[in-house]
């Protein structure tokens, strides 16, 4: 069943969200204003069962909620990403946390989001996976764009971000683009 579906990357096991992943130290990454200062988690107040809820939303939907867990440390659980599937449209738009702020640096977002990738546009028939983020959040930006994404729109001033105002940047990646990028990520160790 795709729902249970797990992805192995090199460095990384993406596995559903499970009862294990559920800890206070996962609802901390939520309340972190600096962890979050670029998504609008960043104006809620998070707890284990607002968390509970959260992973419990996806149970019967064809959407993914997954934990990312890094291997290399015995299957520690270093962040989140999600996918939201409009079958009708063949489409699924992606989301991710990395929560365990001494692995950011590791490009384990870019692993993560190459596995996702390669799995949604294997495994669920997809044509086109979007995402969006804030304009200053340029990790994002840049892990969008060594993924193969291209712009995909603009909302001009459409969110606050520290008390200015800023643009959401849209990027798509199409299945094409994905068959052309997916040897270059396996290079560089992205893929297995």
Known sequence: ????????????LITPFSEKHLTLRYVGWLNDPDLMRFSENRNNVHS???????WKSFE???????????VETGNSHVGNINA??????????VGILIGVKEVQNKRYGIEAWSGVCEFLFRET?????????????????????SV????DGVRKNHYLF???QVDILYMALFREQWDEKRSILKDKGYLI
């Open 1 to 12: 069943m795709i729902s249970k579906s797990k992805i192995r990357t090199k460095r990384l």
């Open 48 to 54: 284990l069962d607002s968390c509970r809820a959260y």
């Open 60 to 70: 019967g939907s064809l959407n993914f909620f997954w934990a990312i867990e890094d």
């Open 84 to 93: 939201y599937i409009d079958k009708n449209n063949l489409l699924a738009d």
């Open 125 to 145: 028939g997809i044509s086109k996976l979007s995402a969006g983020t804030m304009s200053v959040n340029v990790p994002m930006v840049k892990l969008m764009h």
């Open 148 to 151: 193969g994404m291209i712009n």
């Open 162 to 164: 520290n008390g200015k």
